[in-house]
């Protein structure tokens, strides 16, 4: 009889068509071989040792593909079979990486072993479902019982497991229920932290030392009303419009410039020497703002100066005095009199400074940024473009002084009230360091604001500060001013990078200190 025809058997009513059980399948010693030689993946070629029964032969022997495309060997030769790793049937196509299973013109007949396999196979796995939904009733009974027991007042500390529990069969069979959580698996982490840290050194360091979020570091809300900038120039960073947004881009600079200055006056009690680089009590001094580190974004041309400093010196104009809680002259809130006024310099100089300056920006002369014919407190507002190395420009200032006899020192030494760099980018460039050097040993305190792109690199900043200068530069230091936080008043446009998949916004973050001898 042969067993792929399709009949019922004694015990094989209701059967499926051509199934035969699969202890009738005839076998008999049978060899295997696995070779590589193929692009196609491993080989799999089996051989049965010349089985015949009634004039069927079983076993495949091993023969080289056709390469036609179809994963089977050359049609023309009958009982051979070979198998691929990298494909399956379906589209019988390298591109599967799937296996595939040959055919050959017996091969009808082998199909119904290879259904009746996998049927048998589905009734495994049928029986091992079943099994496992019966251990799940099991356990979930005796974790019910001991919720119930629980909530009895028995104590069921020690219930870890079942005894004498009876399997399928009706055996004895002692059935171990654990509660605890199943254990991480601790290897497996330890390898990819490994592995992270060999690939992303610096994203190591940062998990290293994370903290919890210092509240400074959050969003400082955009008050309604400041002491130098004008309500309407505060909703360029209120507002989400697209109008909104391009105009904090043009006031950043100077936004900057008036939250620092005010900070200073509200830190000036506080901390020591600001009184002394400050010398604002003097109507007749000249206040000197240095900006260094300058490139063509600040000074391309005489436009682009005024657009990024022509507010502040405006703002700075329009107020008769300036102490925290007084508004724009425009404004109509009540004045704070328990404050204590400080009157503004009727001088203001800004210079743009550092090696980037283009040189044709040197050619520029004396600008003035003093609005015309606009009645004011301040008398002169001018803006000079120098192309040097800061730390020479300070070493000129020492020697001019050291040379002054004068009681009153002559115009030209005009040391600087404060230091501002914008989007300094200190930790990416070595360059930086003689400047900072010289400023930290300067010959006058100088309050040293610094600005960056993201809360990232301001952090980044202050290590290259506090390693340099071999010094802390935290809360307990006296030349602490702020630490790094983010800018309440950045510009709200995302700067376009291409190395990058940070977002980055110009002086996104800042933080300030006390540069120079105390």
Known sequence: MNPHENQDTENGEGMNPGYTPFEEIPYTYASASISDDSERGPTFTFMENSAVE??????FLPQVDDDDDDDSYDETQ??????????????????????????????NSHDNDFHLIAEQALQSLELE??????????????????????QNGVDCSDVDELENDTDLNGESNDITISKKIPEIDTDAVAKAVQKISLSAPNLEKKFSNWSPTDPSYNVLTIPD?????????????????TKAKASSANLTRSTT????????????????????????????????????????VECQTVETIRKAFQPIVKWMHQ?????????????????????????????????????????????????????????????????????????????????KSKNDTNEQPVQSLEFPNLVVVFNAGIWGYDSW?????????????????????????????????????????????????????????ASRVERETKSSSNIYYENGAWQAYIFGDL
């Not at 070979?82 to 299973?101: L, Q």
């Not at 300067?442 to 600005?451: L, S």
Request: proline share 5%; with cysteine.
């Open 319 to 399: 107020y008769q005095h300036f102490e925290y809680g007084m508004q724009n002259n425009n404004d109509t809130a009540t004045k704070n009199t328990e404050s204590t006024e400080m009157q503004w310099p009727k001088h203001l100089r800004i210079e743009l400074l550092g090696p980037c300056v283009p040189l044709h920006s040197t050619k520029f002369g004396v600008i003035n940024l003093l609005p015309s014919n606009t009645p004011g407190r301040l008398e002169s507002a001018t803006v000079v473009c120098k192309n040097c190395m800061y730390h020479d420009l300070l070493n000129e200032l020492e020697v």
């Open 78 to 107: 009958p009982h051979e079979e070979t198998f691929y790793a990298n494909n399956i049937g379906g589209e019988n196509n390298e591109e599967n990486n799937e296996m595939g299973v040959c055919s050959n013109e017996n091969m």
């Open 129 to 150: 479902y079943n099994e496992t939904k019966e251990f799940d009733t099991i356990r979930k009974t005796i974790l019910d019982s001991e919720s119930q027991q629980d």
């Open 54 to 59: 009634d004039g069927y032969q079983y076993g």
């Open 257 to 296: 410039l008036a939250e620092a200055l005010q900070v200073l006056y509200k830190l000036d009690s506080k901390q020591v020497g600001l009184d002394a680089v400050c010398p604002i009590y003097d109507e007749d001094e000249i206040f000197v703002i240095h900006c260094i580190g300058a490139d063509l």
């Open 225 to 241: 009303n400041h002491s130098l900038i004008p309500s309407n120039s505060l909703l360029a960073f209120k507002r989400n419009t």
């Open 433 to 489: 360091h003689p400047t900072l050097k010289k400023m930290f040993t300067f010959q006058r305190p100088i309050p040293f604001v610094i600005t960056a792109y993201t809360l990232y690199e301001c952090e980044d900043d202050l290590e290259v500060l506090e390693e340099l200068l071999e010094t802390s530069l935290d809360k307990s230091s006296s030349r602490y001013l702020w630490g790094p936080r983010l800018n309440p008043y």
